[in-house]
């Protein structure tokens, strides 16, 4: 099996992992923990996520988060959006990437549509 020559490590821990918990997490704790991946090398770091804190209450304060990071100019904060509200959101907190998702309920509405064709 020949191996890339290159790899990438997408940290995705402040967003994900941070969103199963129980309780809402201060933002300053997720900005520590922001920082000490990127003391520890990290060059692409999932941030946080612009959603609506009513269905995700644990990535309440992403604005915060975002706006309080020291960044490294050779590192990617990135966030996590579904929709343009949060993109704009995200852009103006000056994520370095967006990634944009649909929530199951539109991907259903879609391929219904495309069913019907």
């Not at 009513?54 to 309440?60: E, G, I, N």
Request: proline share 6%.
């Amino acid at each position: 099996m020949k191996l890339p020559s290159r790899v990438k490590i997408v940290e995705v821990g402040p967003r994900d992992g941070l969103q199963n918990e129980q309780q809402a997490i201060d933002p300053q704790i997720k900005i520590n923990l922001i920082e000490r991946l990127t003391q520890a090398g990290l060059t692409y770091i999932e941030a946080g996520s612009f959603v609506n804190p009513k269905w995700v209450p644990q990535m309440a304060g992403s604005d915060a988060v975002f706006q309080g990071i020291k960044r490294k100019e050779s590192v990617s904060y990135a966030a996590l959006t579904p929709n343009l509200q949060g993109y704009e959101r995200a852009m103006a907190c000056h994520a370095t990437e967006v990634a944009i998702f649909q929530p199951k309920e539109y991907q259903l509405q879609y391929f219904r549509k495309l069913r019907a064709f």
